[in-house]
């Protein structure tokens, strides 16, 4: 095993901002930059916060969220 110095500490990714409260039913999301796994979780969080249900699917090179409930 090698110790290394001087290696920056990368940088967090900034969190992709769905706007979950002002979603109306049918309306949808294109989200690029975040995995499904991480969207997914997010949707059940807020959608258990606001008592909405939300659905993610993968489209292309993002993700779609829509508001179901």
């Known amino acids: 095993m090698n110790i290394e ?6 940088e967090r990714r900034a969190a ?3 706007p979950y409260d002002v979603m109306e039913v ?8 975040a ?3 991480n969207v997914c979780n997010r949707n ?3 959608g258990k916060k606001l008592g909405r249900a939300y659905v993610a699917r993968k489209e ?9 409930n």
């Open 5 to 10: 110095k001087n290696v920056p500490i990368r």
């Open 16 to 18: 992709v901002a769905i």
């Open 26 to 33: 049918g309306d949808s999301i294109f989200v690029t930059g």
């Open 35 to 37: 995995s499904l796994q």
């Open 44 to 46: 059940w969080r807020w």
């Open 60 to 68: 292309g090179e993002g993700i779609r969220v829509w508001r179901t």
